[in-house]
């Protein structure tokens, strides 16, 4: 897993699976998502999993129309594949990377 710091999120999406993990620090569900996801990044290796503050990206989000969080959205081939709200377990979101 990676954090986004000063570089634009098109740069860092990739050609094969990227999800991006919009959250935030204080978020309690982000928190639980932030688990979920780093134990699925130790068994996806075509996975690329990209955590973005919100509090520190507010006009990434803002452009995105993000209102809660956790909000994350999947991406192949740098485009958007599918997204969604709120706290999932790993095996709910290997099964939306299996449709993929």
Sequence with gaps: MEYLSGQ??????????????YFASWCGPCQMLSLELEDLSEREDNLKIIKVDVDNHQELAQSKGIMSVPFVEIYKNK????????????????NILKEI
């Design 8 to 21: 634009n999120l098109e740069d860092v999406l990739d050609v094969n699976v990227t999800l991006v993990d």
């Design 79 to 94: 485009k958007l594949i599918t997204s969604f709200l709120g706290f999932k377990t790993k095996e709910e979101i290997q």
